[in-house]
């Protein structure tokens, strides 16, 4: 199983601030998405990035997929206290079936945006 | 309308204890998913169904057993608990095996507390 590190661990802004957070691994991964947990809930996926150089936007998140496959970064502009919660990346890989397929997860960066 | 749930939500029991922890989807997916959540966040894969069959069993203790009566169920059957058990469990679906098209989803979780 391949390792995916996320950082910051945990980050704290305010409102109004852009950040970026990071997933990296020293594996490639045919690809790799984003989620995002609240507390009590499930996790909710945000995107699936698949090519090398690939950017996807969704509204005021901006995902990027490393060209080698391996990094992925996630850029939030102008924070709102709604974007609070835990960013879990998570790599695509072969999974032990035939034909299956595995998400490995990373520890996650817990974002408190505060008003 | 819930698309993945999960009962309980809360399991508070002794060590030495078995349990059980159900899930059903109302997606019509084929595949099925157990993750375990730790204390420190990290999701990991337990297990995945696919039409009723076991596809992944990643390195987890076999007191842990699956079970998957139908396609819109996998239950979680843990014998003699232990106190390393306590974790946050969670059921997920996809459509298939696909993970360039599907999306995970995931249930909100089972809190096991194993005293």
């Known amino acids: 199983t391949q390792l995916l590190e996320q950082s910051p661990q945990f980050l704290s802004i305010q409102e109004g601030e852009n950040l970026t957070v990071y997933c990296n691994s020293s594996s490639v991964f045919s690809s790799l998405q984003w989620y995002r947990q609240e507390p009590g809930e499930g996790p909710v996926l945000l995107v699936t990035?698949?090519?090398?150089?690939e950017v996807k936007k969704l509204k005021r998140l901006t995902f990027q997929f490393g060209d080698a496959r391996k990094d992925s970064s996630l850029h939030i502009t102008a924070a709102q206290t709604g974007d609070t919660g835990l960013y879990l990346c998570?790599?695509?890989?072969?999974?032990?079936?035939?034909?299956?397929?595995?998400?490995?997860f990373g520890k996650g960066t817990k974002l408190s945006v505060i008003p | 309308d819930t698309a993945v749930s999960q009962t309980p939500k809360y399991l508070v029991t002794q060590m030495g204890n078995d349990k059980s922890i159900k899930c059903e989807q109302n997606?019509?997916?084929?595949?099925m998913y157990w993750y375990k959540q730790d204390s420190k966040k990290f999701l990991k894969i337990m297990f995945s169904?696919?039409?009723?069959?076991?596809?992944i069993n990643e390195t987890v203790p076999n007191r842990f057993s699956p079970k998957s009566p139908d396609k819109a169920h996998l239950n979680l059957h843990i014998n003699s608990l232990e106190l390393g058990d306590s974790a946050v469990y969670f059921c997920?679906?996809?459509?298939?095996?696909?993970?360039?098209?599907?999306?995970?989803?995931f249930g909100p979780g089972t809190r096991l507390t194993v005293l």
């Open positions: 990035v698949v090519t090398g150089g």
């Open positions: 997920a679906s996809s459509q298939a095996l696909d993970p360039f098209t599907d999306t995970q989803y």
């Open positions: 998570a790599g695509v890989e072969k999974g032990s079936g035939a034909g299956s397929y595995q998400l490995t």
């Open positions: 169904y696919n039409n009723k069959e076991l596809i």
């Open positions: 997606l019509g997916h084929d595949t």
